[in-house]
């Protein structure tokens, strides 16, 4: 693993047995904690300008999901989400996290909105960022050829090309080599590459994949977390989670404060950690107790 993205990662690095497996997390501040669950392929890296900006006054959580960033990542496991959503579970309730402040992006909405209707009362507001948790209304062709069998396998596993493509197909404004180091980090082999594999394979195309009907049951009780504060900021240029998914997303919340970004893409905070901190912040502010 390469380190000429350390300095933009300047955290201790904390972790927690799953199953035996060590499952990786930031923990900086003290204060009401915000919990901060990414996507694929990216790792905690993906939030570390939103933990340097508010960890002075809040508690910073960026969890790492088993295969991926600094996590253990054994080649023999259920990477589904059923089973990532087990884990975060499980940090929440080591760590006795209360009054919790989701940010969720990619994945990490499905993870983290999972483990929010499995404990409501562990959770207070959500700030969710081109996201889902719902069964996919589409699969994009891009998506679909990851999925190929033998040829998907090698070009994720083999040539990193899913993680290596995203660095330019996921934002609008050109990532610095640092950045791009970072992001790539922890994806170095074969092996470490396993759950990005996995998290693709695991998008469900029909009804007989077990994904299905976990997402669904997650989709209809989203109810029991209608009302809360919520936040949805969506980059506008996401070739992968397109406006059809915000809308989705506003039918169940309808309340939620909604801000769409005309130039930014699925790496929104990537594109947008700026302006993002400034908003988000914002909501904070207006939905302190």
Known sequence: MSSNWRHLYPFASHSIRCQSWRYHYVDEGNGPPLLMVHG????????????????????????????????????????????????????????????ITLLAHDWGGAIGLGAAVARPERFRRFVLFNTAAFAPPYIPWRIRVCRLPLIGKWSIRRLNLFARAALSMAVEKPLAADVKAGLLAPYDSWDSRIAIHQFVADIPESRHHPTWRVLETLEHNLATLSGRPMQIIWGKRDWCFRMECLDRLREHFPTAQVDVLDNAGHYVVEDAHPSIISTVGDFLRQTAP
Request: one cysteine or more.
């Open 40 to 99: 694929n392929p990216t790792w905690s890296f993906y939030w570390r300008n939103l933990i340097g900006a508010w960890r002075e006054q809040n508690r910073t959580i960026a969890v790492d999901h088993l295969g991926c960033g600094l996590s253990d990542k054994p080649q023999s496991y259920d990477y589904s989400l059923e089973a990532h959503t087990t884990n975060l579970l499980q940090l929440i309730d080591e760590l006795d996290l209360r009054d």
